[in-house]
């Protein structure tokens, strides 16, 4: 699994420094969660301030032990938790759900649990069904449900005999310094 450390920047000149498997889509979750009346982050406060006008810029990316290392470092080496300097709030090293990263292995299985034991009306079945009918495909959401697939089958223990796909020699290499504007 590939994570991006990746940097915020404000006009004000203030940073905020975090971690996400998705840059693009962790975009659009700040810009939506700056849009609520209570909004739970700083940054996001700061995000609706100045009227959704940040950049985003990915820094590394690679796998998440690495990521979480460098999140920690760049927080302290930028000062991004002084109020004055940023507008982290942790030290940073955490995989956070806010951050579409996802929850502990034991969240999870709670989460399932509840899930389980939870009895559905026949109407909440038929709303379920009905929005399931109008969910459409896009080719974003294919190619990643195709990516997916395909990680899933590079963790398989016996690979298929034949040469190693291109993506996999990709994934190999998830360790590259990479600088993108997003």
């Known amino acids: 699994m590939i994570y991006y450390l990746y940097r915020l920047d404000f006009e004000n000149g203030k940073v905020y420094f975090g971690i996400t498997k998705n840059p693009e889509q962790r975009k659009q979750e700040h810009l939506a969660s700056s849009k609520l009346k209570k909004c739970p982050q700083v940054v996001h406060r700061a995000i609706r301030k100045f009227n959704g006008r940040f950049s985003m810029t990915v820094l590394v990316q690679g796998d998440p032990e690495y990521i979480r290392e460098l999140e920690g470092k760049a927080i302290s080496m930028f000062d991004a938790?002084?109020?004055?300097?940023?507008?982290?709030?942790?030290?940073?090293?955490?995989?956070?759900?806010?951050?579409?990263?996802?929850?502990?292995?034991?969240?999870?299985?709670?989460?399932?649990?509840?899930?389980?034991?939870?009895?559905?009306?026949?109407?909440?079945?038929?709303?379920?069904?009905?929005?399931?009918?109008?969910?459409?495909?896009?080719?974003?959401?294919?190619?990643?449900?195709s990516d997916a697939a395909y990680e899933r089958w590079a963790r398989m223990p016996v690979a298929p005999i034949g040469p190693e796909p291109e993506w996999l020699t990709r994934w190999k290499s998830a360790n590259t310094i990479i600088s993108k504007e997003l």
Do not use: W
Request: hydrophobic share 30%; charged share 30%.
């Open 81 to 145: 938790r002084n109020p004055v300097v940023g507008y982290n709030i942790a030290p940073g090293g955490e995989i956070s759900p806010v951050a579409g990263i996802g929850h502990s292995q034991e969240t999870r299985e709670k989460m399932s649990r509840s899930q389980k034991a939870r009895i559905r009306t026949p109407e909440e079945l038929a709303r379920m069904s009905e929005i399931a009918q109008l969910r459409v495909m896009t080719d974003e959401y294919r190619e990643k449900l």
